[in-house]
């Protein structure tokens, strides 16, 4: 029995390792969109990938003497089998089994890299797996794909013309097809090998699958070909025979008056490894597109990325260095006669500006990947939400080539999880609620991804119950979170916003009452604070939508920079709603609290240096306020001054000055010193706690 | 005694494999890169080579091609790890007559460098 925590051998080094994670990944992955679609339609494509998945896990499992790994994906491996075969129906009992399986998987596959043993168990997976074959087989076995030998080939009827004058010129016509060993690593180059063998033995008329593909490496384990050669097929076969891990070739003469089948349905090529989730609205052709791509690209190392962002990142602020030297030098060069020297400087400098920054944009650019992969987790979450809580809801997602920068990928998807739950838990009906309403039992919900300016947008849309306006509202007055007369008062478009305050859903059963879940106030704030934002719309009964908009990138953002106490300071200018002297500013005091007047609002007034900690004594008196917001509510911020607006590349605090309440980070300055990055909801929400009354002034 | 000519930086999977080969009856040339590996073809011309692909100085791929330039005869199977797929695709289309995705068994092994020797 397995001993948790003990530690665990694999034959393989760290460069293998890093290889066999990804590729684990990968096919994990895979199997996680596929299985799910199993149960909806499960075509032979779909199968055959699949099973592909399963026994590629099987054999670098196996390679690398994983033998609990191997074992289970071995028992999947026979299943899928089945399934490929028709032996066994994809009910949801197999389709079950298959993912409990995968979560083990996913489990194992992290011992390679931990060396440690996690102590899961997987015989009774296996057994479950094994029990599902016993009770299959009355069913009629139907040749699975793969197993078409020497059968049918219509592939070739389209060159009927070319045989033909084949045939005239003297050539015999070989019928070939040649299967490749179940369990070889790479079969799609054996496959290349097969037609590199078929070109040197005469002319190849067709085949089957298409040239390109098997060119491209990307052919399954089975070729079958038309040739014309003026050879014996027996020596075409033995040296077909020859090639390495290939289980079997058949070649045999077509005669003249033999059919070649029936025509090939349609003469487009199969997909070869189609979308990962059912999409609508891509255009099709963009996917089949980047594969093709694919040939000429490279996998580059996410941390040689990361080294060049920082890089890049380096120049950038050098260059501001730069600017402040020139502007130095040229002042104290003005009217010498090196003047122009300080000019050449000025010029040079420009040209180093403009080049750094299509070199930003540019490594900006390698470090986008399309929003595919966090895309492709969902159906799984929406299938055991749906399950769970016995609802039925079709996914369909769009956009899936949208592409977004990797740190943006890495935290996009907790939001995105959170929401799609809370429509398929409480948005979309029950199947009786929704045939009682006039509505399709299945209920959809629709993700969409987008590129708009420099933002990602990403809509999550159900065809639900949608909210109700009364409850939340009279939820937000019994919470205290705003007077009876305001929630009267306020239009159906405020009363949306009340959903992600803090307080009003995070009670269990304001679900029930308004028909949305848990936690949209941490969901809001987690946004922000990446410098996006949230919206919502909703009609009753009609459904819910969900918009998140973030930058396409966290590795740099626009903001104000402002001094304080002597301190830069870089506040997002996302945001910054504007900036106002002090001089003239309409600020009073109430209740011992400052407040400033700002058209219809009442902000609070905060000194930024004192606010973020900073217990020296002001310098001087502060002569700008900055008005700044989140989540709908603002705080004016006392600053000394202002410098302007500023790419700034942001780094982590760190070790270096460990977490500080309202630093969100920090970033390096043209004159080499620390700006610290103001983490604009942290304070927002500290000032509300402070005035509770302040929330009045909640400007929409 | 055929001579079969073992290119690989991996001094560990270079010994093992020169010993499987040494036990079946073969003469082991040994390289630890591409560079080398030219050097050590031209003098004893070898009956095959086995040429891993990740390798310093020079790669396999680069390595093949030179090889291939020596001697378009040349029989050479590429020694591969999981997922270079595309690398292994030009290999072959370059002229490499066989792959081993490596950890290789003895027996898939000891059957492509038969295969590569005519055997």
Redesign the interface.
């Known amino acids: 029995m397995a001993e948790e925590g003990k530690r665990l051998e694999f ?3 760290d ?2 390792l890093k ?2 994670s ?2 684990a990944a990968e096919q994990i992955e895979v199997l996680d969109v596929a299985l799910v679609q199993l149960e909806a339609d499960a075509d032979d494509e779909l199968l055959q990938r699949i099973f592909r998945a399963a026994h590629t896990l099987k054999g ?1 499992s196996a ?2 003497g994983h033998k609990k790994m191997a074992s289970l994906t071995h028992a999947m491996e026979s299943v899928l089998d089945a399934l490929r075969q028709r032996r066994l129906r994809p009910s949801s009992e197999v389709v079950d089994a298959l993912l409990n399986a995968l979560d083990a998987l996913r489990v194992l596959a992290n011992e390679v890299v931990t060396r440690q043993d996690s102590g899961i168990e997987t015989q009774s997976l296996e057994e479950e797996l094994l029990a599902l074959l016993e009770n299959a087989g009355e069913e009629p076995a139907n040749a699975g794909p793969g197993h078409g030998d020497g059968a049918d080939f219509g592939f070739a009827a389209q060159a009927r013309a070319d045989i033909a004058a084949h045939r005239a010129s003297g050539k015999s016509i070989l019928a070939v097809s040649v299967r490749i060993r179940d369990d070889s ?2 079969p ?2 054996r496959c ?2 097969v037609l ?1 063998e078929l070109d040197a033995a005469g002319t190849v008329v067709a085949t089957d699958p298409p040239r390109q593909v098997i060119e ?2 990307e052919a399954d384990y089975v070729v079958r070909a038309v040739v014309a050669a003026t050879l014996p097929p027996a020596q075409l076969q033995a040296a077909l025979a ?1 090639i ?1 891990e290939v289980a079997g070739a058949e070649v045999r003469e077509i005669g003249e008056d033999e059919p070649l089948g029936a025509p090939a349905p349609a003469s487009e090529p199969r997909p070869l490894r189609p979308g990962a989730a059912p999409s609508a609205g891509e255009p099709g052709n963009a996917a089949s597109a980047s594969r093709r791509a694919g ?1 000429g690209s490279i996998r580059i190392d996410v941390e040689r990325l990361d080294g060049l962002m920082n890089l890049v990142g380096e120049l950038v602020i050098d260059r501001a260095r730069l600017i402040r030297i020139k502007d130095q030098l040229a002042a104290v060069l003005s009217g010498s006669e090196l003047a122009e020297l300080a000019e050449n400087l000025e010029e040079t400098t420009a040209h180093l500006g403009r080049i750094t920054d299509e070199l930003q944009d540019a490594i900006m650019r390698t470090r986008m990947l399309p929003i595919r992969s966090v895309l492709a987790r969902l159906p799984r979450i929406v299938r055991d939400v749906a399950t769970r809580s016995g609802k039925k809801v079709e996914l369909v997602t769009a956009g899936e080539e949208t592409e977004l920068d990797r740190s943006v990928i890495e935290v996009i998807t907790d939001p995105l999880v959170h929401i799609l739950r809370n429509a398929v838990d409480h948005g979309i009906e029950t199947p009786e609620e929704r045939r009682r309403a006039g509505k399709p039992e299945t209920g959809t919900v629709t993700v969409t991804a987008w590129n708009q300016e420099a933002s990602i947008y990403i809509s999550v849309k159900d065809d639900g119950r949608g909210l109700d306006f009364e409850a939340i509202r009279a939820k937000a007055v019994e919470r205290g979170l705003v007077s009876a007369e305001a929630a009267a008062a306020a239009p159906p478009d405020e009363v949306l916003q009340y959903i992600f305050l803090p307080g009003l859903s995070t009670a269990k059963q304001v679900s029930d009452v308004s028909g949305r879940g848990v936690g949209l106030d941490i969901v809001r704030t987690n946004i922000e604070r990446l410098n996006g934002s949230i919206s919502v719309h909703s009609e009753r009964g009609k459904g819910t939508e969900f918009i998140i908009q973030l930058p396409l990138t966290l590795a740099t953002t626009k903001a104000l920079m402002v001094v304080a106490r002597g301190i830069v300071y870089a506040i997002p200018l996302v945001s910054v709603t504007e900036t106002l002297p002090v001089r003239g500013a309409d600020i009073h005091s109430v209740g011992g609290r400052r407040l400033l007047r700002l058209r219809d609002a009442l902000l609070p007034v905060l000194e930024l240096a004192a606010a973020l900690g900073d217990r020296r004594p002001a310098v001087a008196e502060p002569a700008y306020i900055v008005a700044a917001q989140h989540a709908g509510r603002q705080v004016a911020l006392l600053v000394d001054h202002v410098l302007g607006e500023q790419d700034v590349v942001v780094k982590s605090l760190g070790e270096l000055l460990g977490a500080r309440p309202g630093i969100g980070g920090a970033t390096i300055l043209g004159d080499g010193t620390l700006g610290l990055i103001v983490d604009t909801p942290s304070l927002v929400g500290g000032a509300a706690r402070e005035s509770r009354e302040t929330q009045l002034a909640r400007v929409a | 005694m055929p001579k079969v000519l073992i290119v690989d930086d991996a001094a560990f999977m270079r010994m093992r494999t020169s010993k499987l080969l040494m036990e079946a009856g073969y003469e082991v040339i040994q390289a630890e890169n591409g560079l080398e590996a030219i050097q050590k073809y031209r003098e004893a011309r070898p009956d095959a080579v086995l040429l891993d692909i990740t390798m310093p100085e020079m790669d396999g791929l680069t390595a093949l091609k030179e090889i291939k330039a020596i001697d378009a005869n040349a029989k050479v199977a590429m020694l591969t790890a999981l997922g270079q797929q595309q690398i292994v695709l030009e290999a072959v289309k370059a002229g490499a007559k066989d792959f081993l995705v490596k950890p290789a068994d003895a027996e898939r092994v000891l059957a492509a460098v038969a295969k590569l020797c005519g055997r």
């Open positions: 034959e393989l080094d460069e293998d290889l066999f990804e590729e670098s390679a690398i690593p790479l799609g180059i290349f090998q590199q491209a490496g020859d390495s040939a």
